[in-house]
């Protein structure tokens, strides 16, 4: 997947797993007679907590797709591939590894989806003496500067009063100053439960069948991972922005219409109902969340779906996926050790197995083994309020959702924990 590249270059472009978007900021200028992208694959950051198969194979799978298209467009592209001999298992010595390899004048990098993330950043440059270059993560509406004017001064950062400003910033569901439809939240609408009918046939999220790189690197998972928890029989994610694509189509033609409305249902055997499962790709940029608002606001339009459906999918993308990033990169990195309640008592092993006569842990921690996904209310209202009820300490708590989901990332958990 390498090409071999010997000489002095102008910069190096660190591109993470979470980061898979050809218009990224980081290219922009990039000049493939003197520039080059790094991407790594290392042991420290599948271990530093376990990961559930499902979330890793997901990434390795994603990343592998995405090098490959960019290396057809002509980039240079070193990619490290976790089973290399030379592979030195940890961001900054790869970092470190690459640099001394190809003496750039610069690191180039989007700010990393985790505080930890970019101080590896740092100290490798750092210790290298080289400039660094962080640029803006151009695949949010927000950035962090714009979340920080809005918290300073306030003392409560609600997610209602940030949501209102971004539909007003980027004229989302608006009719001139007011809100599409005359409410800003259309919440009470999305409670609507099956009772005791069960629900009816629905079309579950596209499927994607393995390719041979996603299988290859299911294999890799296997052997690397034996211990990791979950299983991998279901794998069935869209790995590339064109199957990303796909996957929203699919979402707004077949379920978008009763997502509102039963978007906070649970029903036994039915892990997905009218939800989108988008949040991988998204967390991964193969999807930009601009396009995804744009599609779902196209179908109130075309009048395929109500009003109550399309503000409630906007309300979680274009309101809490951004509100979270921003309180994350605002508190951080204090944030991680907050514990109000002082609670301490350790994640229960059943949390792992499912195994316990608790039928809505049992449930949701089952359907977590075989799918890495649950729904908001899955994990709030259920496994959230039980971490709480229970005591469970917060850093456990949010280490488990870490663990558990394949869409977990560090500014999501910490804010829901």
């Known amino acids: ?68 298209e960019l290396t057809d467009r002509g980039y240079v592209v070193h990619y490290v591939a976790l089973d290399d001999p ?58 962090v500067n714009d979340f920080k004017s809005f918290a300073d001064g306030r003392k409560s950062l609600l997610l209602e009063t940030f949501y209102r400003k971004m539909r007003r910033d980027h004229d989302i ?22 009772g005791k009918k069960r629900p009816p046939k629905i079309k579950p999220p596209r499927s994607f069948r393995p ?3 996603t299988q290859k690197v299911i294999k890799l998972v296997e052997r690397e991972f034996p211990d ?16 990303a694509l796909a996957a929203l189509g699919d979402f707004v033609k077949h379920r978008l219409e009763h997502f509102g409305t039963y978007q906070d249902a649970m029903v036994s055997d039915f892990p997905y109902l ?45 309101g809490w996926r951004e509100f979270v990033r921003g309180v994350y990169w605002f508190k951080m990195p204090e944030y991680a050790e907050m514990n109000a309640l002082q609670a301490d008592l350790p994640m229960p092993a059943f949390m792992w197995t499912a195994e316990t006569e608790m039928n809505c842990i049992h449930q949701c921690v089952q359907q977590l083994i075989y799918y890495a996904y649950a729904h908001h209310i899955q994990r709030l209202m259920i496994t959230g309020n039980f971490a709480l009820l229970a005591g469970l300490a917060p850093r456990e708590v949010e280490e488990w959702y870490l663990a558990v989901y394949a869409d977990a990332f560090e500014r999501v958990e910490l804010r829901n924990t």
């Open 1 to 68: 997947m390498a090409k071999k590249y010997e000489k002095k270059i102008r910069n190096l472009v660190l591109i993470f797993g979470d980061q898979l978007d050809s218009n990224a900021a980081v290219f922009d200028h990039f000049d493939a007679t003197q520039d080059a992208v790094l991407m790594m694959e290392v042991k420290e950051e599948a271990t530093y907590i376990p990961q559930h198969k499902i979330r890793l194979a997901f990434f390795f799978s994603a990343m592998r797709h995405f090098a490959g």
């Open 86 to 143: 030379n592979n030195r298992g940890s961001f900054e010595a790869e970092i470190t590894r690459w640099a001394n390899k190809t003496r750039p004048q610069r690191l180039i990098c989007a700010r990393p989806g985790d505080f930890r993330v970019l101080e590896i950043v740092q100290t490798a440059a750092k210790s290298l003496n080289c400039e660094l270059d962080v640029r803006p993560d151009t695949h949010f509406m927000s950035t």
């Open 173 to 194: 569901l608006m009719k001139g100053k007011d809100p599409v439809g005359g409410n800003w939240n259309f919440d009470k609408d999305n409670r609507g439960v099956f």
């Open 211 to 213: 390719d041979q790189t």
């Open 228 to 243: 990791s928890p979950g299983r991998l029989e279901n794998f069935d994610y869209p790995v590339t922005h064109e199957q």
């Open 274 to 318: 009218y939800h989108s499962r988008l949040s991988c790709v998204l967390n991964l940029h193969l999807l930009d969340p601009r396009k995804v608002i744009d599609d779902a606001i196209q179908a109130y339009r075309d009048k395929k779906a109500p009003i109550n459906s399309v503000e409630g999918f906007v309300r979680q993308i274009l």
